[in-house]
């Protein structure tokens, strides 16, 4: 079984306003995203990490800190959760 982990990249307002129950807030700062880098590492085998944001940006951005820091199994949604609707047929 994969574990999926999907911190929702974006500022306390947006998160407030609306987000999925199983995410996860973290600040789109890159001080912040870091910092979530070493219990990202200590997720056990066969964890699949996807950073979300609104339009996919901020997320895309974690992507990267993440990729550098040689977190394992990053990918992002793409559109980015904004999206979702549209992609999931309304």
């Known amino acids: ?7 929702e990249v974006c500022p306390e307002p947006e998160y ?4 999925p129950v ?7 700062d890159p001080v912040a995203v870091d910092a979530l880098v070493p ?9 699949v990490v996807a950073p ?5 940006t901020a997320a895309t951005e974690a992507w990267k800190v993440h ?3 040689e977190v394992p199994d990053v990918c ?3 559109d980015g ?4 609707p549209e992609t999931l047929g309304g």
């Not at 979300?52 to 996919?56: A, K, Q």
């Open 76 to 78: 992002i949604h793409e």
């Open 67 to 69: 990729v550098a820091d």
């Open 39 to 47: 219990e990202l590492n200590d997720n056990p085998a066969r964890t």
């Open 22 to 28: 199983w995410s996860r807030h973290v600040d789109p």
């Open 16 to 19: 407030e306003l609306l987000h």
């Open 1 to 7: 079984m994969v574990r999926l982990v999907r911190p």
């Open 52 to 56: 979300m944001s609104g339009d996919e």
């Open 81 to 84: 959760i904004n999206e979702w």
